[in-house]
Nanobody
């Protein structure tokens, strides 16, 4: 069973940058896709970005060009660099791990394990 712990959320102003991190423990990190989801108040959880075990990335249109995902397999850590943030980026951000190892499909992976979330608030 994997454990995922997010950090780095906070209150920022529109146009600022923020970096979230997710540390994983419990099983082989490097074999699984990792991703970020977010949930704004009153809305359903939505996909933000993912990175496969091989480094392939998948971005939601709403964050392309502003957010960057990366991973460090040796340290079992994943990052989400958020640049030029907007008020609509306000949400709880969740780290997630892929369901199956060595996923290589063209569509984004499915996710089966989740962290507790970290709040990101962007003021205008």
């Amino acid at each position: 069973q994997v454990q995922l712990i997010e950090a780095g959320g906070g209150l920022v102003q529109a146009g600022d940058s923020l970096r979230l991190s997710c540390i994983a423990s419990g099983r082989t990190f490097s074999s699984y896709a990792m991703g970020w989801f977010r949930q704004a108040p009153g809305k359903e959880r939505e996909f933000v970005v993912a990175i496969s075990w091989s480094g392939r990335t998948y971005y939601a249109d709403s964050v392309k060009g502003r957010f960057t995902i990366s991973r460090g397999n040796a340290a079992k850590i994943m990052y989400l660099q958020m640049d030029n943030v907007k008020p609509e980026d306000t949400a709880v951000y969740y780290c997630a791990e892929g369901k199956v190892p060595y996923y290589s499909g063209s569509g984004r992976p499915d996710f089966g394990s989740w962290g507790q979330g970290t709040q990101v608030t962007v003021s205008s």
